[in-house]
């Protein structure tokens, strides 16, 4: 008699419906606090939901993502299928949403060739500058700010990836980007959208009545393929005529041979913009929004650049001597993440850990959020606090780097990460050099505070920051 192997239990989660699974309880608003709230209801930093017949495991915990995501990266590296995304709005041409597999691998090692932590230094001289730009911008019109940063991060990218210094206004690259860029606002979390859940309704014919998204995937298909295909030839028509200046596209095209599948090469110089972008631009409200409501952490990390580098702008060499700069960097990257759910891994054989079993095409969300805001790691989480970094006036190595759970986990790491911390060392330093952040004035002349609100989506950034946020530009010399 052949017996059948013990059952395993599913982690535990809400109860859920027959068809819809728990579909009816998924969050949609700040979908990180929920399940925050969920994993101490259920006493369990592992839970389970079926979405509509789509399995999901949810990870509340660092250890429980390092043992899953990391020590079984084999079959925990996969992607969600997200036919929307990749099939109709073509996003497969940056390797974050491509399945795991010889294609994304491909990918990876051609981009991480750039952004390895050895080679990425190659683009400081290039983030200074942009920096530096930033700071000018502001200082001529400083009622925007927010524009010069986003103009700053953007710039970087491009001249880092192309070689190409985007125009100061009307950019047409920028223009195809951003509004690119603007449909993966359209989720909140991967597996959100109707099509993403139900694969078959991308087959609806895009005139239907409610099929408006369809028709609007096809506008954004254009969009990706102008993107990933316009900075690219524009480079390969400069270096044809020897006027490219250094950049990641330049070295590519030149070490492609006849016959080569360009295909790689060009993704791998599109994925800076599109992976960094929106990010990097997001961490930067983040700090802004800190500063805003921190004024004595602002004043803190000013007294030190004073005394470190005195009167010029800060340079990558001053790093080392401005240790609350770094702390200040990785509270804001605890406190207010900009993914607080990560992006969901896939898994791709049948599992069973801690005694609950993982079935094969689980989607395995983490929730960051809980992980950057737990109280052992970080007392009193929600406090802006960038001393919890600090011992003796220098990082102390036993408080958890947030870096450690804000960049995702295994072979799915945020491969830019480096290439992150560089760009926001130098902005953050820069503008805290140059300028005071400070909030505008009620007719009494009570400061009048943002509230600290994080919209959701695939990256979540600080709402209404920009009628909170006043500039004066007295520190620049
Ligand atoms: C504060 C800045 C950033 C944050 C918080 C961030 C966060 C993340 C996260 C959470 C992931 C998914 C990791 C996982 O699946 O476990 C990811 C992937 C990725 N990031 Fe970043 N990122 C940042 C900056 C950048 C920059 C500057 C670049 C490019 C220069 C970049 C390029 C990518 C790419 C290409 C992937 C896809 C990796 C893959 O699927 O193999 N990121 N990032």
Redesign the pocket.
């Known amino acids: 008699i052949k017996l059948s192997a013990p059952r395993h239990a599913l982690p535990p989660g809400p109860r859920a419906l027959p068809l819809i699974g728990n579909l009816h309880q998924w969050p949609t608003a700040k979908p990180w606090l929920t399940f925050d709230s969920w994993f101490k209801e259920y006493n369990s930093d592992i839970l389970y939901m079926n979405v509509a017949g789509q399995h999901v495991v949810i990870l509340g915990s660092r250890k429980k993502c390092v043992d899953l995501?990391d020590k079984r990266s084999a079959t925990y590296?996969d992607?969600a299928r997200l036919p929307l995304w990749v099939d109709l709005m073509k996003w497969d041409y940056?390797?974050?949403?491509?399945p795991y597999g010889t294609k994304?691998r491909e990918?990876?090692k051609s981009?991480n060739d750039y952004?390895h932590p050895n080679v990425v230094h190659k683009y400081n001289a290039k983030q200074t500058r942009a920096a530096r730009m930033m700071a000018r911008r502001i200082l001529a019109s400083p009622e925007n700010p927010l524009d010069h940063v986003r103009f700053a991060a953007t710039f970087v990218?491009m001249d880092?990836a192309y070689g190409i210094q985007i125009a100061e206004n009307n950019d047409p690259y920028i223009e195809i980007a951003e509004s690119a860029i603007s449909s993966l606002g359209l989720a909140s979390v991967p597996g959100t959208l109707p099509a993403d859940l139900f694969p078959i309704l991308k087959y609806i014919p895009s005139w239907l009545p409610g099929a408006g998204y369809k028709r609007y995937a096809h506008s954004v298909a254009h969009l990706n393929h102008l993107f990933a295909t316009k900075p690219w030839n524009a480079t390969k028509d400069k270096l044809a005529k020897g006027e490219a200046s250094e950049s990641i596209a330049e070295t590519l095209i030149e070490s492609l041979t006849e016959g080569d599948d360009e295909e790689v090469a060009r993704n791998t110089a599109a994925?800076?913009?599109?992976?960094?972008?929106d990010?990097?631009i997001?961490?930067l409200r983040v700090f802004m929004l800190a500063m805003v409501l921190h004024p004595e952490v602002q004043r803190k990390a000013q007294e030190e650049l004073d005394a470190v580098i005195g009167d010029r702008l800060p340079t990558f060499e001053d790093r080392e001597q401005l240790p609350y700069v770094r702390a200040l960097m990785k509270e804001v990257?605890r406190w207010q993440?900009?993914?607080p759910m990560?992006?969901?891994?896939r898994v791709t054989e049948d599992d069973v850990y801690d005694g609950y079993f993982i079935p094969k095409g689980t989607l395995v969300a983490?929730n960051?959020w809980s992980m950057l805001n737990d109280p052992e790691a970080y007392p009193d989480p929600a406090k802006f606090n960038p001393d919890r970094f600090l011992k003796d006036g220098e990082i102390d190595p036993n408080v958890l780097d947030p870096g450690q759970a804000?960049?995702?986990?295994?072979?799915?790491?945020?491969?830019?990460?480096f290439?992150?911390?560089d760009?926001?060392f130098i902005v953050v330093s820069t503008l805290l050099s140059a300028f005071n952040f400070g909030p505008p004035l009620d007719a009494q002349g009570k400061p009048i505070l943002p509230e600290v609100d994080m919209a959701p989506g695939i990256?979540s950034y600080v709402s209404y920051l920009d009628q909170y946020l006043l500039l004066d530009a007295t520190r620049y010399s």
């Open positions: 995501l590296s992607r940056n390797f974050l949403f491509l994304w990918h990876r981009f952004f990218v880092v994925a800076c913009y599109a992976g960094g972008n990010t990097t997001c961490t990257t993440s900009v993914t990560g992006f969901a891994h983490t960051v804000a960049f995702g986990f295994g072979r799915r790491i945020c491969p830019g990460r290439f992150s911390a760009f926001n990256v």
